[in-house]
């Protein structure tokens, strides 16, 4: 059988007009794509007419594309990474088991999280791995996940062994979450076998506590379905953190469809060719047990190939919603129904697709407030031609697609991204974009002038609702492409700069250390429930700066692509702000919280007061 995956063939039918300016963008000379044998053969006729059309746009519009960026300031210093790995002591490999057959999951590994396990304030980064295909057990030590110790002076230790985190079967997604309150963070790990909850005893060990707790995974037509992440949310505010995991789609080692290249090459097929699944929400018992409610609550209704999951209750009605990312389908927005059900309003939402109406192959996620108007946006990414598409939350359950107004959707046309995530990388007030890239197919060189390998990239937000590509100058580490999949993020040695850590297919794991040098502020905020859940997931804090600018931001864990994040909520203050004149916290009890006249550039640990309290 003969298949023509159709990432590539499809891309060039159907150009509505909606997305002409688009297509001539990204492919700069419309005769380089004519003359491509494989694109003109795919070309129908009738799209004939329309080139000529937009060869004539394009020459209106390319000099209007071309002033865009040069309305935008330079950033006073640059963002700037630096790969530590080496000399941090981390030599973790991501092993997704390539094979000749293209087994789907080879493409999709190497979930990361960033988590104080042990509680000495300073985070530790657990790497969950592949397995031998096809019998996806983890049969050498080179496909064990690893936890490394931050040792708090730039190097980390390798503590898997005593800590019990090695894993087992193929995994590729990981989420923290304090489900049972008791203050030490646990772990859950998923993927195509079966997931995995770790139990923090605070002693540095954990204890696999899956069949107890009951969440090994949904199960459809008697298969455990393929999971890829997971969220820890507590979507009926009772207190206890609840469990959603993003199902993929229906897969078998080794029966993968045959998608082959024109010159015979099996290639990864794209996610058209296999069934999609519903995802999966645990309801916490509180005894150490979970209930599967994925019926109950409407979410098991909808079918989709989910990849990221992220949290935010962005319509502020005090239940936290979630969002999905889904591979080539139209994604989901699963709004909470006062924690009882959820209403899948994606498409009227407009966050479904692209703004000309195509699904994308989305795969990162985060929801948080990018233009600080204090509601959570959302920003995606998928592949070449699609653009990373950013949303702006407006009202009444809509969301705008402001891809193109911001210059978003220009810089990332020709970009195919995976981990993401919306953090203030310079301190300056304005959370920028940071993506991890790499193309999804084996060898997408043979398509056209896509790579395989990508450099990562980092937008900055110039503060006017605009981006600036300000990746050319984060360092040559930061520019190395590698097959780069997941990321996450967090404050690793406690300076106010969030840093990076991201994972690429047969390659050693990147901890990029943020060494962005200027005099800009920060705080972070460490929130610790009493009422609400222990790690305040789901409690939005708003912060007036000492120069008056006003944030917003919320507690999750749920960043990117399969991966876990810092807890930690952390604001940049800009120069002028040596103190925080207030700090607003609405817990997710409903109770608020107010602090005033905070001390900037460190982290502060706020307890819930169920009366009117003070910082501790
Ligand atoms: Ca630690
Ligand atoms: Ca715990
Ligand atoms: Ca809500
Ligand atoms: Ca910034």
Known sequence: MLVIPSYYSRTYENETPSCLLRFCIYNCCLLRVKSHPRITKLLPTRTTGRILVSALLCVV??????????????PASPIR???????????????????PNRNEPETMAGGVALLDYDGDGYLDIYAVNGAAIPSLNKEGSEYQNRLYHNNGDGTFTDVTEKAGLGGAGYNIGVAVGDYDNDGWPDIYVVGPTANQLFHNNGNGTFTGVTLKAGVSGGMRNGKKMWSVAAAWVDYNNDGLLDLFVSNYVDWEANHDPVCMTAD??????????????????YRNNGDGTFTDVSAATGIAEHLGKGMGVAIADFDGDGYTDIFVGNDESPSFLFHNLDGKKFEEIAQQAGVAVSADGKALSAMGVDFRDV????????????????????????????FDDVSIRTGIGWATMKMSGWGNGIYDFDNDGWKDLFVARGHVLANPEKILSWSRAQPNSIFRNVG?????????????????????????????????????????????????????????????????????????????????????????????????YASSSDSRVHFGLGSNAAKVREIEILWPSGIKQTLRDVQADHVITIEEQTSPGRAQ
């Open 61 to 74: 519009a390319m000099p209007l594309a071309a002033q865009a960026p040069a309305a935008l300031r330079s």
């Open 81 to 99: 990474f630096e790969d530590i790995s080496k000399s941090a002591g981390i030599n973790f490999v991501t092993n997704s088991s390539p094979t």
């Open 264 to 281: 015979q090459q099996r290639e990864y097929c794209d996610p058209t060719f296999y069934k999609s699944l519903p995802n999966t929400l």
């Open 371 to 398: 233009n600080n108007d204090g509601k959570p946006d959302i920003w995606y990414t998928a592949l070449e031609k699609e653009t990373f598409p950013l949303f702006f939350y407006q009202s009444d359950l809509l």
């Open 464 to 560: 006017n609702g605009k981006f600036e590509d300000v990746s050319a100058t984060a360092g040559a580490d930061f520019l190395e492409p590698r097959v780069h999949r997941c990321v996450a993020f967090g404050d690793l040695f406690n300076d106010g700069r969030i840093d990076a850590v991201v994972s690429s297919l047969e390659g050693r794991l990147q901890v990029f250390r943020n060494l962005t040098q200027n005099q800009n502020h920060w705080i972070e905020l460490k929130l610790r429930g009493t009422k609400s859940n222990r790690m305040g997931i789901g409690a939005r804090v708003k912060i007036v700066g000492g120069d008056g600018a006003v944030q917003w931001n919320h507690v999750t864990t749920s960043v990117g």
